[in-house]
């Protein structure tokens, strides 16, 4: 049995067809608490674009291998790795900016980060979920605390997180209000929006006035959205935000409205997964994979999420871009 395994390594910070490099390196080990994951598929999403471009260069050592979602088979286990066996279909987010990243054929990973994958997704489909819907889920859960009755306000709808807070708090029994382009209203109604507001035709604002005002913005997208919450925010309304915003903002407003600002930057673990998955199991929750391409073609799939164009003219797709490392099992 072959002890190496094919990456995609990042080995420069800057455009995507230059930054990456097919390589072959050791297979990892599993120690203590860890298992050895087979990965069938990953996924890209905008924390990988941000590393590339050298955003977080101060937290990555080149060369490196980068990425965080992955759905695959555990092949092996360390001393003490009880929860699973091999064989034993998983799925999980992984650290962020600790050991390898997930644009490989194998990863090793701390048990209590995984999860048993939901039997309704694929691989690519897991693989496509993980990060995303754990952020919607510890973004509207455990810092919100969105109660049923309540209207949440989640900009950037058709987005990766923002599909899955749509359903996330849907399935919570909030009121769920999103902004969109007009394009992509007949899909975040199909998630379970019941007011969606085209950004791009003017203020937002009034619009949610009319509507009584929100208890939760969900702020996927910067710009002046934290500037902004407290114009739309009911007493005691909280503001979660996932985008690292550099820009000094006046929240002055935010005192007047009793308001509760919150700065997620996820953190993988198995029990977030679970709630995801029970989610699931019952239709409440599902992935929009938008393309599926190989882990040999990573640089494309980083052209195609900045919205660019590879091949024949392929553009972005909407939903998340899905790499497929490995042949599906079952």
Known sequence: MSTSMRVMELVHFGDADTAFAARDLPRPAPGPGQVLVRVLATSVNPLDLQTRRGDYRDEVALPAVIGNDVSGVVVGTGPGADDFRPGDEVWYLAPVFAGQGTYAEFHV?????VARKPERLSHVEAAGLALVGVTAW???VERAGVKAGERVLVHGGAGGVGSAAIQVAHALGAEVVTTA???D???VTGLGADTVIDFSAGDYVPQVRELGGVNVVLDTVGRDTLTRSPEVLADRGRVVSIVDTPEPQNLL????VNA???FLFVSPGRAKLDALSRLIDRGELRPDIGAVLPLADIAQAHTLLEGGSVGEGRRRPRGKIAIAVGPELG
């Open 109 to 113: 990973v701390d048990q209590a980060l």
């Open 138 to 140: 510890e973004a509207l």
């Open 181 to 183: 382009r007009a394009k």
């Open 185 to 187: 209203h007949e899909f």
């Open 253 to 256: 407003a935010a005192w007047g």
């Open 260 to 262: 509760t600002y919150h």
